[in-house]
């Protein structure tokens, strides 16, 4: 009897480690979860198969162990279902109360947006600026003061990732829409654009394989560092 009560004790104690443990790794993984920071990546581009689209691909994989990542079709979810944008910003057509209300919640919840796309006329396709203008607007991203316009977004960070036929260099020289971007599109909301990779000459580099298998590493590195 003395020795079963003995090994009854043992187990209940090994039980009770056992809990303890379970208990730590819960509140572990929860504490995690909670401060786990939260990527959103945007593609801006009408074809599935273009390299935006595999790019985003590649950074969701690289990504999705380190961070909350989501993914985003600007041209076929509805986070980019949007027809124009009206001077009055508390009367835009296209943004009922619920998706409205959808997209400021996704925009709070998230610290950065990694956008990929294609440069077209030395700027990111009009259907990431309609989704810009019609998401960040006065009162939720920013408000006019006395003093001044007061920024609502501090913290947040965007980052482009975009591709070109032409050098790249002209992008990163000139004061093109892209460049300039950080002071013209996200100072009123007190954004960040923290980097800009510009990934050029693709015309020629689809012409050999081993071309555009550098590529994908270099843009695994890049996405690696986000």
Known sequence: ILIQCHRNKKRQKIRLFELLYQGILTFLNLSLLVSMKKILLLTVHPDENSLSHQFANIALDELKN????EQINLYQDKEGDFWYLTFWSDKIPTNDP???AWREKKVKETDKFVVFFPIWFNDAPSKFKSWYENVFTAKFAYRY???????LLKGKKFEFIATCDGPGFLYRRLPTPIRVS???RFYLPGIKLEKVTIFDHIRKRRKQKKLMDNLFDQVRRVVGKI
Do not use: A, N
């Not at 380190?66 to 990542?69: M, T």
């Open 66 to 69: 380190k961070y909350d990542v």
């Open 98 to 100: 619920e998706l409205r």
């Open 145 to 151: 003061t006395k003093k001044g316009p007061e920024p």
């Open 182 to 184: 950080r002071w013209i």
